[in-house]
């Protein structure tokens, strides 16, 4: 039963560690916004995924689950990646992260 | 049943490919949620520049403000989830019942926010769905994701109603873990509609 | 061996009516999926019949032009639905948990909920014939046809709420098929040994839950575009017709896969049982769908070669396209591997299965032809893409499908489908099919293009139309004859035992029909076909490791010990559940145009009913379960 309580409060730090890292990853976003350049949708993109992995890995419990439901997942994405870039190309996506004026 | 094999504190029906039968329904109808957000936020990428008339995205997210404060509101309500499930877990009745009234309570908070920001884009920068397309595309991303919003906040209070007329029964840990799974899958969404909507403008 | 278990029954029989409304078992649901199925697949070819009636002579004006669109758009839609779709899904929820050693799906009253889902959006989209005129842009939708501009009429309200409905029953069918065959195999029922029929049925149900979720967004969008005023599809306020395309394409090219891949699992099946070989190459043909399912998700802009994507766009799609050819090819070639060298039972159900290769072979090689933007460019949009469809959707699916009903009934119902009949109905389908379509490819090269309603006389088109008419009604005839095997076999057809074919997989060591609970005991699988080794000796020296894939074998015998096992009880509410969807979609098609009762609005108040129904269902349901039934 020690072990059984310890093995909890460990992992309820866990979840708050998390909790911080994920705050402070949104802190770092809200200033990587403010980027200008090629440089911005990177690194956007890298912070959201980051913040995501956590999200799913620990408070979804992906790290600690079985394999099965992490694949199912990468399927999904496999398919929302597939439609998303191809969108871009067909369908012309801005990912252009300046002024986007109305056109008309 | 008291027989058989359990790898977890709690009570799981272990399959042929062992893991919990409704749990890989909980997964496998996030996976196809992740297509049906896809498509929203690909509809949005789509439309945002496009629109014929104003207001554009930077008008109309100049002030993060307000969406900052909804980030971190839901940010709050994945841990208060996670503490929910570890109290469950552990059998301690006091902090379940606490952390996921408290969850109900921050989406209940998050929605609110919402409408308030709603009525500031309509009313303030002009927004609406006939408006243009960046507003439309707006609304129905946003609005498929405050319905989800929705859906999880009921979803916790019919679990929470669940816990205290039944007490903890051998199933209701799996329970709060699915609504669990469910309302991180929502969280996580609100993290990409965060970044692409609001910081990528 | 343990000694047979017993099912502990909680509630009294219910019968008749009342006990197919509330009935949780998948072998019922199955059968109450393939009776509504086949009903609407009649309505579909009586939309047919009436097309080819108009079409069989130039300048006819047995229909009008606006009726003629309601009846095409009608007949795709109810085709791909509410006729293939249900069809395989009917097989799939009666076979599948018997051939993977299952007492019924992973979740049976979500399997109760889809189903009534899928009648009831049905029964909401053929209601508007009776409610103002049907949808009528095609059962693509094309936008901007489908905008309130050109489709005034409520029909096109009525298709997107009532798809609403099928994706919803789909989505929730395809998590079911899933979980159940990943998690609910009898013990060594690992993924070497799984039936292919099974492979299929996995297979199709992780394409719909990928592709689906982007259609509903979709049509969400034209709803929205049509009663909330937006323009996402309309050009003048920068919207995109294309996006339409795009949204509805990457959902309607694997939708092809889902309507053709069960059916490959139906001959899969029946080729090597009236052979008496094992299937050739089981891994190449289980693998090749794998990856034409993978390959599916790839391919849907050759759809809209001709709209004007960049030539490299184009290329990319057509490579893409004319690839899946590979894994389906390979496919033809194992199953006449399996025939060759067999000693072959042509029965009606072997028939079909034949029919079928043949027929896909055609279909597939004028898909290849459309594959190449060039050759696209010229037949586009004419005959040519009609026969094309036909020849994988009704040469295809609809040949496999049959083949599965001549080949499952006796196991459905205990009785044979009657043979002599059955060659008969195969025969008139056969040569009516060909009659029909064949004459298209031609028509197609000339130029007669789809979807008109009429055509002049002087184009060298009027002998091949009539040539298909013939063919339209000789397909009906053959359909006739089926359905009159059907009425008869069920009184007094030849019984049948337990394993009428001499079969391979599981579903044949049970008895026909089988019982509420499947098996008694559990099978424990040691091969690819379990049961042949059961009666035949088997080859011990498996050459599939021994790998128990299901349940830990203690838990087996827990299970043995016990003696008894907790069947579902049946349930009313996901019928009321599914009824509460199907009235507030009324409260939300007439958002606009149902007047005020009084000082009240009424369309806010049906919503509500509908969602009140829905609570009271959801909350009676939840209690059900707490009560432990």
Redo the contacts between chains.
Sequence with gaps: MENHTQAHTSRARTYVITFFTLGVLTMVEFGAATLTGIIKLPALVLLATTKAILVAGIYMHLRYDSK?FTTLVL??LF?AL??VS??T???NINWNTEIIAPH? | ME???SHSAHEHE????G?D?KK??MW??L???V??F???IA?YL??RG???AGPTPQEAFADVTIVAFNTLVLLCSSLTMVLAHEGVERGDRKRFFAFILATAALGALFLSVQVYEYTKLINVEGMG??V??FS??FF?LTGFHGAHVSIGVLLLL?TAL?GWR?GFTKEFPLGVEMIGLYWHFVDLVWVVIFTLVYLLR | MTAPAVPMTQQREREGLMDWMMTVDHKKIGILYLVSAFAFFIVGGIEALLMRTQLGTPNNTFLSGEVYNQIFTMHGTTMIFLAIMPLSVGFGNYIVPIMIGARDM??PRLNALSYWLFLFGGIFMYLSFVTGGAPNAGWFSYAPLTETQFSPTHGMDYWVLGLQMLGISS?AG???F??TI??????G?NFNRLPLFVWMTLVTS?LL??????V???I??LF?DRQ?????YLAR????P??WQ??FW?FGHPEVYIMILPAMGIVSEVLPTFSRKPIFGYTFVAYSGVAIGFLG??VW?HHMFAVG??PA?NAAFSLSSMLIGVPTGVKIFNWIGTIWGGNIRLSTAMLFALGFIAMFIIGGISGIFLASPPVDYQITDTYFVVAHLHYVLFGGSILGLFAGAYYWFPKMTGRFLNESLGKINFWLVLIGFNLTFLPMHWLGAEGMPRRIYTYHAGFGWDFLNLIQTIGAFTIALGVLVFVYNLAISLRAGKPASSDPWDGATLEWQTSSPPPAYNFAVLPTVNSRRPFWDAKHGGHEQDSMPKVP????H??IL?HGQEHAFHMPSPSIYPLVLAFGIFVAMFGFLYMHDLPPLGPLPINPLVILLGVVILFYAVFNW?NEV?AGK
């Design positions: 099965v399927m999904g398919c597939l439609l191809i969108f190309v067909v369908l008309g | 027989h058989s094999v272990m399959g042929s490919l893991v039968t890989l329904g496998t109808f996976g196809s949620e297509m049906l896809t498509a929203l509809t789509v439309f496009k629109s014929v769905l006939g243009n397309l439309a595309s129905t019919i669940r039944q | 992973a979740f989505l395809s998590i079911n899933i979980v990943l998690n609910l195999r009898a013990p029922m992780f839950i990928f592709a689906f979720p982007s509903t967004v979709a969400t969008l929205f909330l005023g937006t323009n996402f306020q920068g919207g995109d294309l996006l795009h949204l990457f998700f790839t802009a994507m960049p766009v894939a299901g349940m830990p203690d838990e827990v939840q707490s």
